[in-house]
């Protein structure tokens, strides 16, 4: 079954994965202007929204392959692609497993692999309780009733936490891993994510030959790309998509 998905505006292919616990929608303030500019793709990612997780299990690779074959269905060969978080993930996986497909990359809030210490932000994020506590319980219910009903998202983000459990994860690459990276590449990262600490962002920085970095500051790992942050953070990826990369000497 092809990954729910929405395709705005024309152009060349951008491809905007979202989060773990989200839904394509986590894009829609930055819609309008990057739709301007390139045929935006927008898919809820296997067991997220309304596209169905058929695995037992929900890995990075396994999403990987679930949009290699949306990517093949809407005939795109090749795209830029921006991922967030767990969508980040993805992103890693496929610049690494598939670069003929990728055009540039955008890598947000996302490490190159899953630390124990990360792993247990992770887990916070996985309890309903902090979903509860900020607020959001509501739209994740309504976001994910298609996973089996308005408990659903419970589900959802627990298997995210799976997803990326350090001992049996995919997500699990080396800097050596990242050197092969020749696409031109943008980390974003906040300079207070508990989840993604800045040490490892520099590190990913300087392993990727053509990488830029952009820190924002006093911004953990809810960067409010979607509120108040949301104008810049689409002008930064316009910026960044349209331009002709970094290039480093």
């Not at 960067?223 to 990826?237: G, H, I, K, P, V």
Request: glycine share 8%; proline share 5%.
């Amino acid at each position: 079954m092809s990954l729910h998905h929405d395709l705005t505006g024309a152009g060349v292919p951008l491809l905007l994965l979202h989060s773990g616990g989200m839904t394509g929608a986590e894009w829609q303030p930055q819609l309008s202007l990057l739709s301007t500019k390139f045929q935006v793709l927008t898919p809820d990612l296997p067991g997220h929204g309304r596209s169905s997780l058929t695995a037992k299990h929900l890995s990075i690779s396994g999403a990987g392959q679930a949009v290699l074959a949306l990517l093949d269905s809407l005939d795109i060969e090749c795209s830029h692609i921006v991922g967030s978080s767990l969508g980040g993930a993805v992103a890693l996986w496929l610049v690494l497993n598939h670069p003929e497909r990728i055009n540039k990359l955008v890598l947000y809030r996302v490490n190159y692999h899953k630390t124990a210490a990360g792993h247990a932000g992770t887990r916070e994020l996985a309890d309903p309780a902090y979903w509860q506590r900020v607020g959001m319980a509501q739209m994740l219910s309504k976001a994910h009733q298609p996973q089996g009903g308005p408990d659903a998202w419970q589900q959802v983000i627990a298997r995210v936490a799976e997803a990326l459990a350090p001992q049996t994860t995919d997500h699990n690459h080396s800097l050596e891993d990242l050197a092969r990276i020749t696409h031109s590449t943008l980390i974003i990262a906040g300079d207070r994510d508990p989840l993604i600490p800045l040490d490892d962002q520099l590190a990913m920085l300087h392993a990727i030959p053509n990488a830029g970095l952009w820190v924002m500051p006093y911004t953990t790992h809810v960067t409010a790309a979607n509120t108040w942050r949301s104008d810049a953070f689409a002008q930064e990826l316009l910026r960044f998509l349209l331009g002709r990369g970094v290039v480093k000497s």
